[in-house]
Each structure stands twice: as structure tokens, then as C-alpha cells.
T-cell receptor, first 112, second 114 residues
Framework: DQQVKQNSPSLSVQEGRISILNCDYT??????FLWYKKYPAEGPTFLIS?????DKNEDGRFTVFLNKSAKHLSLHIVPSQPGDSAVYFC???????????FGTGTKLQVIP | NAGVTQTPKFQVLKTGQSMTLQCAQD?????MSWYRQDPGMGLRLIHY???????DQGEVPNGYNVSRSTTEDFPLRLLSAAPSQTSVYFC?????????????FGPGTRLTVT
């Protein structure tokens, strides 16, 4: 049972435009959400997170939005740059428990 | 500060062989974990540890053993390798505690079982 779902395996965006990556979850106990970025032949690196007490968190070009009622979060990248081309993983956890559940990933390609 | 290191980077095993994937971190993190990444499956948790001497199972623990005798090291043992264990394995670590869930990942070990 996939508790964290990323339904788009891939996404292509023109440089300078907005990239929107989506993530849905089914476990209502999740209250902490993270996005990781992964380049080929490297380990994932942490990008941005959000707690369930917030609905938005920004860090430079990256913004994560959380809609608890819809059990949906999204990552916005504005403006998109070719160096953003990578696989993006959504992840979720229950505060107080260290186990993190990852989605299947979305491969973003930013076209120059 | 090396972060999270994993050895080896690549390994080919025959079915039935055993081996240990090494993972070490120098950030004094309490929490360490092992994931496997397979196409279309994302990152799946194999085993994790919240401190020396404490380990627990993740989503896909069968065929793997772990131990945590020190804070720094968290080796993953494949008892009798099977082709289904062909995958890329990532070790990760983080601090424990409220708001400190960001994990640091190693570069991965690519394992092929023939």
C-alpha cells in the first residue's frame, strides 16, 4: 500500500517557467513532509520541508504548499533552471517517529 | 567532515552469496537507516536504528540483517543474496528529535545479484 504517491513519473518545463511537482498521501497521521532532490549516481539531498501546522514554506526559488484536507502537497520551483533537472522525492513522517515514507519520485527536466 | 560514507560503490554477487554493505557517518547522528531504490518504487525503508544497540524493521526487511554497535556505523548484511535484491542501496542518517527529520544520504551502493 503506497502511502505517499507521486502520480507523475516525469515532467518537462522550459527554463524560466514554473515547475510544479505534486504529491498525495493517504495516512492522516503524517504531520511532517519533506522534498528531496536526487541527481544520477548520487544520494538524495534534502530540499525543503513543511510541518502540518503550516500551509506554505518558502526557501528561495522553492515553495512547498500543503493542503491537509486534500492530503496533497506540491513543490513549486520558480524560475526553473537547467540545474534543477533531477528526480524529486516527496517524503512524509509522523512527528515523534523517525520512520520516513518516500514517494516514487518525479523526474524533472528543465529545457534550456 | 565526510558526512555519510558507503562502501563498496559497486558489487556483483552470485545467488546465495552473503556480503555486508558498510555505512558510516561522522556527524554524531542518532538515527540511521537503509533504503533500497528500485525503478518505479521510490525509496523503500529496509531497516533503521534510533541509537547504538537499537534497530527495527522497515517496509522490506526480509533477507537483510543489521546491527548498530556504535553511533557511527550501521552495516547492512545480505544473508543469502537473491536476484530480487539487485538494487541501489542508500544509507542515511539524521539527528533525532522534534523538527530534525532531514536525513543525510550516502552516495549509494549499486548491487547486482546474478
Amino acid at each position: 500500500d503506497q502511502q505517499v504517491k507521486q502520480n507523475s513519473p516525469s515532467l518537462s518545463v522550459q527554463e524560466g517557467r514554473i515547475s510544479i511537482l505534486n504529491c498525495d498521501y493517504t495516512n492522516s497521521m503524517f504531520d511532517y513532509f519533506l522534498w528531496y532532490k536526487k541527481y544520477p549516481a548520487e544520494g538524495p539531498t534534502f530540499l525543503i520541508s513543511i510541518s502540518s501546522i503550516k500551509d506554505k514554506n518558502e526557501d528561495g526559488r522553492f515553495t512547498v504548499f500543503l493542503n491537509k484536507s486534500a492530503k496533497h502537497l506540491s513543490l513549486h520551483i520558480v524560475p526553473s533552471q537547467p540545474g534543477d533537472s533531477a528526480v524529486y522525492f516527496c517524503a512524509a513522517s509522523v512527528r515523534g517517529y523517525q520512520k520516513v515514507t518516500f514517494g516514487t519520485g518525479t523526474k524533472l527536466q528543465v529545457i534550456p | 567532515n565526510a558526512g555519510v560514507t558507503q562502501t563498496p560503490k559497486f558489487q556483483v554477487l552470485k545467488t546465495g552469496q552473503s556480503m555486508t554493505l558498510q555505512c558510516a557517518q561522522d556527524m554524531n547522528h542518532e538515527y540511521m537507516s537503509w533504503y533500497r531504490q528500485d525503478p518505479g518504487m521510490g525509496l523503500r525503508l529496509i531497516h533503521y536504528s534510533v541509537g547504538a544497540g537499537i534497530t527495527d524493521q522497515g517496509e522490506v526487511p526480509n533477507g537483510y540483517n543489521v546491527s548498530r554497535s556504535t553511533t557511527e556505523d550501521f552495516p547492512l548484511r545480505l544473508l543469502s543474496a537473491a536476484p530480487s535484491q539487485t538494487s541501489v542501496y542508500f544509507c542515511a542518517s539524521s539527528y533525532s528529535g522534534v523538527g530534525a527529520y532531514e536525513q543525510y544520504f550516502g552516495p549509494g551502493t549499486r548491487l547486482t545479484v546474478t
